[in-house]
């Protein structure tokens, strides 16, 4: 199969096209390298600079290529920037995710994958969260995920592209090759390692008096290969017939900062001092997603479930590229 990548220089992205090629398919990567790296591209998958927004650009990489499929994960996604800038949100995401639709059924692609987001779900009224929890985006970033999954399911009624959302939390790890470098990073896991590489003095947990077992924060954290084998199962369900379907993803457990911190002390051997600062508004207490339907209908389940081998893997990748893909 073929597949179309967009923010295929991303982290997700990246790691993504990495398991795609590794499993036979052919790749096209399409990325503005606002937050990827060309660096981050594996070799074989044809490289494509362009922007969404550019509708000429998505045109012209569709029908040169003609995919089978579309992996979309390139958009703005940083919940509170989409708090301070919402119409950055609110515009850019929704009208670049439907340059990109538009396209895509022109050209009959079969199958269209949204990388989506748990952020939907601000406030659930069940733990672990499955698909059928009500949607309440918590920032304009959520929002603009739901808007484009309200988007494809006209697609698939007006134009029979099938597609599937894959909503989770927090992207976790790395591979050998390929890790997060996000400028400005704001991810817990990759902020600790930092310290550990010299990089931060310390690391700052926003709130101890929460109600969980240590007063921290306790949330979902998956390893980006399971995320990116997720991605795939899905295409390959589509592009063999299967009807278009939403799936929460989650490790099965969430970690709290606490245990982060402590779990990247142990990996690291490094103290990562560490201080107690106010609370952010909006965290809630817990927040960990259910897997059981995509489980049960695609047989995924995560390969790296464990804290400690998240953080492995991660800290091995930094450690080879402590400044990130910067030569």
């Known amino acids: 199969m073929k597949i179309l990548v967009t923010g295929g220089a991303g982290y997700i992205g990246s790691i993504t096209v990495e398991r795609l090629i590794k ?24 490289f494509v600079k362009g922007d969404l927004a550019d509708k000429t650009a998505v045109e012209t990489v569709i029908s040169a290529h003609k995919p089978d499929g579309i992996m979309h994960f390139a958009s703005y996604t940083l919940v509170g920037e989409s708090v301070e800038k919402p119409f950055m949100y609110l515009r850019d995401n ?3 995710g439907l340059n990109l639709m538009e396209s895509a059924v022109k050209h009959g692609v079969k199958g269209f994958i949204l990388s989506s987001t748990a952020n939907l779900f601000d406030d659930p009224e069940q733990m672990p969260i499955a698909e059928t929890e009500r949607i309440v985006p918590g920032s304009p970033y959520g929002e ?9 399911y006209w697609m698939d009624k007006l134009y029979d592209m ?4 894959l909503r989770y939390f927090n992207a976790c790890g790395a ?12 991810h817990l896991i990759p902020l600790v390692l930092e310290v550990a590489l010299g990089q931060r003095e310390k690391i700052t947990i926003f709130g ?15 390893h980006i290969v399971d995320l990116a084998e997720a991605h795939i199962l899905a295409m390959n369900a589509i592009l063999d017939g299967g009807e278009s379907r939403k799936y929460n993803l989650g490790n099965g ?10 779990t990247a002390r142990e990996v690291t051997g490094h103290p990562i001092p560490a201080e107690i600062g106010p609370r952010r508004a909006g965290d809630p207490d817990i927040l960990i997603a259910s897997s059981e339907t995509i489980n049960h209908e695609l047989g995924w389940k995560p390969k790296y479930p464990e804290l400690k081998t998240i953080i492995q893997m991660a800290w091995d990748w930094h450690q080879a590229h402590p400044h990130g893909y910067t030569k």
Request: charged content about 30%.
């Open 23 to 46: 499993a036979g398919a052919e790749v096209v990567v399409f990325d503005n390298l606002y937050q990827g790296h060309e660096d981050a591209v594996h070799p074989d998958a044809i």
């Open 94 to 96: 929704i009208v670049n």
């Open 144 to 152: 603009s995920k739901n808007i484009l999954e309200r988007n494809l």
């Open 162 to 165: 099938r597609y599937a959302c």
């Open 175 to 186: 591979t050998e090759e390929r890790g997060e470098d996000h400028d400005p990073e704001t």
């Open 208 to 222: 101890d008096d929460y109600n969980t077992p240590d007063g921290s924060c306790v949330r979902d954290y998956i």
């Open 253 to 262: 457990r969430g970690f709290s900062v606490k245990e982060v911190i402590e």
